[in-house]
Structure formats: C-alpha cells, structure tokens
C-alpha cells in the first residue's frame, strides 16, 4: 500500500469516518514513528475486545509501532486470541486458517516480490503460540527450511487461550489450565534453538516488559527478512484470564519468570544478518 492509497479522494473527504481522517492526518504511515513517540501520534491499534491484562494487546500494539514500514506491510494472523483484534488493525492483514499461516505468508511474500519488483513489502506473521509451535508448526518448520523472506512473531501466552485453556507445547511443565487439570507433563518446547538450527538468519526472545527492546527485536528481524532470510521473534505475553492472575500483575509475572530464569531474553544474529543490519543500523545513525 503506498501513502496515495491511503489519502482519500478530496471530495469525499467530508463523509470519511473521523477515525479515518485522523489515521491520514497523524497515522504513522510515511513517518519514522516507533515505541518512543506512542502517544503522541494516532496509532495503528487504539480499541480491542481482548481481555484486562491482556500480555498479547500489549505486545501487539508494540509490535505494530516497531514496524519499518507500515504502509509496506502485510500482517498474516491465524486462529486465536490476537484474531479478534485484527478487524481493528488499520494495516492489510490477512486472516489465515489456523496453522496455514506461514504457508500462507510465504506464498503472498513471493506473490508480492514479482507484482512489485522494485518495491519491498514486508511480509510478517503474528499468531499464538498453538499456531505457531503445535499446529502449524509443519508449515512453520518449511517456510524456514526453505529460506523464505518473512517474519515470524509468536505470542507466547503458554496456553490455548481463546478455546478455554488447554496447554500448549510452549506451556511450561507443570503448568496447570482448566483444561490441563493435573499439570503438564513435558517441557516447554525450544522453539528458539529450533529455529535458529532451521535455519533463521535472526532469532529472539523478548517481552512487552521493555517496549524498546521489544522494538528493536522486530525491527531487526523484519528487516533482516527482506535481505537475509526468515526471522523469529518469541514474544512472552502472559494471559491474566487462563493463568488466573489480575491484570495489573502482567509486567510483574514476566519480570518474575525473568528473574527464576523460565523467561530469557535471548538474540541469535547469523554472521550474514549481522553484517546487513550492521551496514542498516549505522546508516539510520547518520540520517
Ligand atoms: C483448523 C482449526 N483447528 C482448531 C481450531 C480451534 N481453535 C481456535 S483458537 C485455538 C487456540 C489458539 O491457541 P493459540 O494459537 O496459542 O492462540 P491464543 O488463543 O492462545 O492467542 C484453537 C485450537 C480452529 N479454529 N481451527
Ligand atoms: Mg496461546
């Protein structure tokens, strides 16, 4: 999408709905807005029916300030709790059967790379923990084997959420949801390490604890998308509903989990990605 097809034809500009105009007026399209201005500008994401304490709202209203270029960007969602905020996402996202997401960001990713040869759309995937790691983790695994340019985002909130609470492979052992009454048996699943080993040319681990770190993280692995290979980006986001905690305590369980060592900010740049987001970064230092 290029900024024109954003703007409104003039004469129509009176019956647009006020949302809309003020998203041309002070949206971030076009503008080099990250974490650091929220609030200051109308942003992509304002209204959800997510839940109080939602780690996931949070961590998607960072991740849609961290993008490079929103009007160059296609979201591919799948199944779960973050499915019932993207009607509200002023971006093109694309709804994907549960578990099809990366088959299906890799094919738009290709489609996109012929019909705009001379442009660069970034193509970035955003979906649960249960789309992600257990059942779409076959198109997950081939969409890395195969080098494709896009991102994958986890939202790790350990659990089924949206169906009630059942575990997940990214639930940790022991872990106990109204659908898991007795614990689970088996560890959480390295889906960090995995994806390095399969391939990613950008791996991290991150939470909405420290918004700015959260930022970078993306931007580097979007970025390193479109010239290097597939990224992943884990993002930690705790679900006060199914994990029975109050919604205010979001911040405090993650930094909890950082401190007992069960969450781990962790960064894994192949030598090839670290030399292009090294070129990239210092050349954003002299603008
Ligand atoms: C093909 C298909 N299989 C199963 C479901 C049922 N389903 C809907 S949401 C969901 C759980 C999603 O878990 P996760 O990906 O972790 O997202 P969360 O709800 O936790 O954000 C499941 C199993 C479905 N809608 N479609
Ligand atoms: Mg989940």
Not at 50 to 56: E, K, N, S, W, Y
Not at 115 to 144: E, F
Not at 153 to 161: K, Q, T
């Amino acid at each position: 999408m290029s900024e024109n097809i954003l703007k409104f034809t003039p004469c129509f500009e009176d019956i647009m709905p006020d949302e809309y105009k003020e998203l041309v007026a002070s949206g971030p399209y076009g503008k080099d807005l990250g974490v650091s201005q929220l609030g200051s500008y109308k942003e992509l994401l304002e209204e959800h029916p997510l839940c109080a304490g939602c780690g996931l709202a949070l961590s998607l209203r960072l991740i849609l300030a961290s993008l490079p270029n929103p009007a160059d960007t296609v979201i591919v969602g799948s199944t779960g709790c973050s499915a019932l905020a993207f009607p509200q996402v002023a971006l093109h996202n694309i709804h994907s059967l549960f578990g099809n997401q990366n088959a299906v960001a890799s094919g738009l990713k290709r489609a996109l790379k012929l019909r705009y040869p001379d442009k660069t759309k970034d193509v970035v995937v955003v979906a649960g923990d249960g789309a992600t790691a257990d059942i779409g983790l076959d198109m997950v695994m081939q969409s890395w084997f195969r080098g494709e340019n896009i991102t994958t985002i986890m939202l790790d909130n350990e659990a089924y959420a949206n169906t009630g609470g059942q575990e997940s492979g990214m639930s940790q052992q022991g872990a106990v949801l109204n659908m898991a009454p007795k614990g689970k048996n088996f560890p959480k699943i390295s889906l960090p390490e995995i994806a390095r080993e399969a391939g990613c040319a950008y791996v991290a681990v991150t939470s909405p604890a420290q918004p700015k770190r959260l930022e970078k993280m993306v931007r580097r692995a979007i970025l390193a998308a479109r010239e290097v290979g597939p990224t992943y980006v884990q993002i930690f986001a705790p679900c006060p509903t199914n994990y029975k905690f109050k919604p205010q305590e979001t911040i405090s369980l993650i930094k909890k989990r950082e401190k007992e060592g069960t969450h781990k900010t962790r960064e894994y740049i192949s030598p090839q990605a670290q030399e292009f987001l090294a070129m990239v970064e210092e050349a954003k230092k002299d603008e």
